[in-house]
């Protein structure tokens, strides 16, 4: 695939003016294909201008399935690396792609074969959805299956997490309540 790496903030500001600022300087092309490098997968997502994407947010922050949404591109990024996807063969391009992605905000049918993030992508700028990941681990059973433990692996990495936070939340509740 045809890829231009991008330098962005690895960890999104703090203060909702720095993010802001931050994201918003970034000089992107409204209506272009991002690509972020996970561990064992990509995830994809359509900049919408002002600093911010479109994605399927699916399994990429959590272990519980997430929709179409607009955020911040720090926070899609999750500090990895950041590309622009070229495609040459886009029927939508520009603010028409942008419309795309935005008309299917909120939807909430992800499904890791056929309704992911790329698939979302591939519909917003080529009118057909398609995942050449999910192609590639079809076709090749070792890349499947090393896709599938690395996202295994990041479920189990973010249930842990959650569960601390909430353990850490139930704690702070008890400590504040009023005897």
Not at 1 to 18: F, H, K, V, Y
Not at 76 to 105: C, D, N
Not at 138 to 153: E, Q, T
Request: net charge positive.
């Amino acid at each position: 695939m045809n890829t231009q790496t991008l330098d962005i903030p690895r960890e999104a500001p703090q203060s909702g003016a720095a993010r802001t600022g931050a994201s918003s300087t970034i000089d992107l092309p409204i209506g272009a294909h991002l690509v972020t490098q996970r561990n064992g997968y990509e995830h994809h997502g359509i900049y919408v201008g002002n600093g911010h994407v479109v994605h399927y947010s699916g399994f990429a922050s959590s272990v519980h399935r997430g929709p179409v949404e607009e955020v911040e591109l720090a926070r899609f990024a999750a500090g990895h690396p950041l590309s622009i996807r070229a495609t040459p063969s886009a029927l939508y391009v520009g603010a028409e792609a942008v419309s795309r992605a935005r008309s299917r905000l909120g939807e909430n049918r992800y499904r890791l074969l056929t309704n992911n993030c790329e698939h979302f992508c591939a519909w917003c700028l080529l009118g057909e959805s398609r995942s050449e990941q999910v192609h590639g681990c079809l076709r090749h059973p070792r890349v499947g299956m090393r896709a599938l433990l690395c996202l295994v692996k990041a479920f189990v990495e973010s249930g842990a997490s959650h569960a601390v936070r909430e353990e850490q939340s139930a704690r702070f509740a008890e400590a504040t309540q009023v005897a």
